[in-house]
């Protein structure tokens, strides 16, 4: 017996995700009847050490305002000025995962969201991500002691491989599984009922 849902493929540091925030929350309240959704993380940037170069800071402080200007998203851009930024999301894709686990997923997402973009903290440190558990009530010690866990490594592996093999194009991504298929489902920033529209036209 096939089972429909709707995976949601995301970063939590992924800009156009956190600029998609208020639109997804909307569809997903007038999905909660009708279908399932799974949240994948879809890994934006691998581990890193090195500190962003200048040249893409810029970059990024340009998409940061595109964003604003074009769905009136909120950033912090003193990120930029407080932080050593690094192109480093893996960790805060591995601390999704572990909330995950406690049935917190959605709560960590919001967590590192709201660090990262108003708040202007690094979630690409360790040290900010243990703050941040701690936050959404889960233990600090088996945080850390997961994070670093082979098996955590095993299903990060193996959420990018499955992400990967989706019909998607970036982040954030929508993929209606109907039938046994995939179908790649076209992301409104503004509009979400034009989204559950085209969802719903496959049902």
């Known amino acids: 017996m096939s089972v429909n849902k709707l995976i ?23 999905l909660v009847n009708i279908l399932p959704i799974e949240y994948r ?26 964003i604003s200007n074009q769905l009136g998203t909120k950033f912090n851009f003193n990120f930029w000025r407080e932080c050593q930024p ?12 572990i909330a995950r ?9 919001n967590a590192i969201q709201q660090a990262y973009y108003l708040k202007a903290q690094n979630p690409s440190d360790e040290d900010v ?12 010690c088996l945080f850390t002691q997961q994070l670093h866990s082979k098996e955590l490594k095993r299903r990060f592996d193996d959420e990018l491989n499955f992400v990967r093999s989706l019909p998607i194009q970036g982040f954030p991504s929508l993929v209606l599984i109907h039938n046994n298929r995939a179908y790649p489902i076209a992301i409104n920033y503004i509009d979400w009922q ?3 529209s085209e969802i719903q036209s496959y049902l």
């Open 86 to 97: 690094r192109r480093s999301t893996y960790p805060s894709c591995r601390a999704a995962l």
């Open 194 to 196: 034009h989204t559950l």
């Open 8 to 30: 949601y493929v995301h970063d939590p540091m992924c800009s156009w995700c956190w600029g998609y925030k208020p639109t997804w929350q909307k569809l997903e309240a007038a």
């Open 129 to 140: 991500l243990i703050k941040l558990c701690e936050k959404i009530g889960l233990d600090p």
């Open 101 to 109: 686990s406690f049935n917190k997923e959605p709560q960590m997402i």
């Open 41 to 66: 993380v879809g890994g934006l940037a691998a581990d890193s050490d090195q500190l962003m170069g200048t040249d893409m800071q810029l970059q990024l402080q340009g998409i940061w305002q595109n």
